[in-house]
C-alpha cells in the first residue's frame, strides 16, 4: 500500500486518542459507522493522519487499507494538516487561462510541498481549488479569509512576505 506520509509530524494528544475511543465506542455497534467515525475524527484532530486512521482500523477490526481507501477517495477527507495560513489557488478555466498554473508552481517551489501539504513548520498549506466565483479578478488565491486578484507568477513571494 503506498501510503503518503504528511510533510508534519504527527502530534496527537492523549486527550484526542480518549476522544477517539470515545467516539468509536458509541458508533461501534451502528450499520455504516466507519463514515461518522472517519468524520468525527477528522473534527478531532484536524485531519486523518495514518495514525489515526490505524487506531480506527484496529478498534473496528477494519482493514487499514479500506479507511484509507475511503480516506483518499472523499474530499472531504485531508491526510496532512492545514496550515496556520491556508492558500487556495483557483485553477477554474478563466484562472488557468490567466496563469493560474504557473502560480501554482511558483509557490510549490517556494513553499516546497505539493497541492493538499502543510509545511514541516505548521504555517502554510496549499491547495488547487474549482472556480471560486471571482473570475472576473482571475487569476485569483485566497489567503485564509484574505482574497488576491488578478496575481502574477512575480507577486508570489511579496504575498508569501506578508504572512512571514
Known amino acids: 500500500m503506498g501510503v503518503k506520509q504528511s510533510t508534519v509530524p504527527f502530534a496527537g494528544t492523549n486527550e484526542q486518542y480518549e476522544k477517539l475511543l470515545k467516539v468509536i465506542a458509541e458508533h461501534k455497534d451502528d450499520k455504516g459507522a466507519l463514515m461518522p467515525i472517519m468524520q468525527e475524527a477528522q473534527e478531532i484532530y484536524g485531519y486523518l493522519p495514518i495514525e489515526v486512521q490505524s487506531i480506527i482500523s484496529n478498534e473496528l477490526d477494519i482493514p487499514l487499507e479500506k479507511i484509507y481507501g475511503i480516506a483518499t477517495f472523499y474530499s472531504q477527507f485531508s491526510l496532512s494538516p492545514k496550515g496556520k495560513y491556508v492558500i487556495s489557488i483557483c485553477m477554474g478555466t478563466a484562472c488557468y487561462v490567466k496563469g493560474a498554473g504557473d ?3 511558483k509557490f510549490k ?3 516546497n510541498i505539493s497541492d493538499g501539504e502543510c ?4 504555517k502554510f498549506s496549499f491547495d488547487s481549488c474549482r472556480c471560486i466565483g471571482a473570475c472576473g479578478l482571475a487569476p485569483v488565491i485566497t489567503i485564509n479569509d484574505d482574497v488576491y486578484g488578478k496575481i502574477t507568477v512575480d507577486d ?3 504575498i508569501l512576505a506578508k504572512y512571514e
Open 119 to 122: 509545511t514541516p513548520d505548521g
Open 109 to 111: 517551489e517556494l513553499l
Open 156 to 158: 508570489v513571494e511579496g
Open 103 to 105: 502560480i501554482y508552481n
